[in-house]
């Protein structure tokens, strides 16, 4: 069975940082392409980041490049989103994706950036 399971969200501060996870298992996690979308409250998902299988390559939205870094671990089946200078609009439920052929979603994990 296919699972990708984000966690690390949570509540903090404008400025703060916070490191999500994805734990990933059930197919050949080194092969896929990995990426993190988030979806903010009345808007559409949004593809943030993405790092390809041997994690030498990697892409982010304008909006979050400086502040954020997408890495991963194979040998961990993991994909990680660190996330520094976090900013209000940041706030999303931030999900973990795996593409080769088709797509795998996660359920999401909360990030809320708040005083």
């Known amino acids: 069975e296919v699972q990708l399971q984000a966690s690390g969200g949570g509540l903090v501060p404008p400025g703060g940082s916070l490191t999500l996870s994805c734990a990933a298992s059930?197919?050949?996690?080194?092969?896929?392409?990995m990426s993190w979308a988030r979806q903010a409250p009345g808007k559409e998902l949004e593809r943030v980041s993405h790092?390809?299988?041997?994690?030498?390559?990697?892409t982010y939205v304008d909006s979050v490049k400086g502040r954020f870094t997408i890495s991963r671990d194979n040998a961990k089946n993991t994909v990680y989103l660190q996330m520094n200078s976090l900013k209000p609009e940041d706030t999303a439920v931030y999900y973990c994706?795996?593409?080769?052929?088709?797509?795998?979603w996660g359920k999401g994990t909360q990030v809320t950036v708040s005083s």
């Open positions: 790092i390809n299988p041997d994690g030498q390559y990697t």
């Open positions: 994706n795996a593409k080769r052929w088709g797509d795998y």
């Open positions: 059930g197919f050949a996690f080194d092969i896929y392409y």
